[in-house]
C-alpha cells in the first residue's frame, strides 16, 4: 500500500473545506492529508504558531512525515529549506484544500519555479 503525506497551507482551522491561504509562512494552519492509493484516508489541521525563523513552518510539517507541498507561493529560503528536508513543493490548483488535493491526485499540478517564489510578506 502506498502511502504519502500532503500539505496544504489554509487560511481556517476547517480542514479539507478550508480556503487555501495565499502566504505559507503566515498562514493560519496547515492541512496534512495522508494519501493511500490515491484516496485521503487521514486529515490533521496543524496550527501555524507565530514563530522567529523561516525554516520553522517547514521543520513542523517534516516532522509529521510531509512529502509534498501544496502551495500558492512561497519564499525563497523556506523553498529551499523544504527541498533540503526533502519536501517537494508543487504549484496549488484550486480554491479550498479539497480540490487543490483532488487536483494533486488527478495530475494536475507542477513543481514550483521562480515565478512561484516571493521576498515574504506579501499575497500572491
Given at each position: ?64 512525515g ?7 507561493g ?32 488527478k ?7 521562480d ?10
Amino acid at each position: 500500500m502506498q502511502s504519502e503525506k500532503v500539505a496544504v497551507p489554509a487560511s481556517e482551522l476547517t480542514g479539507l473545506d478550508s480556503q487555501v491561504s495565499s502566504h505559507f509562512g503566515h498562514c493560519p494552519a496547515f492541512v496534512v492529508s495522508t494519501i493511500e492509493d490515491g484516496k485521503i484516508v487521514d486529515v490533521e489541521t496543524i496550527e501555524n504558531s507565530s514563530h522567529r525563523s523561516c525554516a520553522e513552518p517547514v521543520m513542523l510539517l517534516a516532522d509529521r512525515g510531509v512529502k509534498v507541498l501544496l502551495a500558492t507561493g512561497m519564499g525563497g529560503r523556506p523553498y529551499m529549506i523544504s527541498q533540503q528536508v526533502g519536501i517537494s513543493v508543487m504549484k496549488a490548483v484550486g480554491s479550498t484544500v479539497r480540490e487543490v488535493i483532488d487536483n494533486y491526485l488527478k495530475g494536475n499540478g507542477t513543481l514550483f519555479g521562480d515565478e512561484s517564489l516571493c521576498g515574504g510578506g506579501k499575497q500572491h
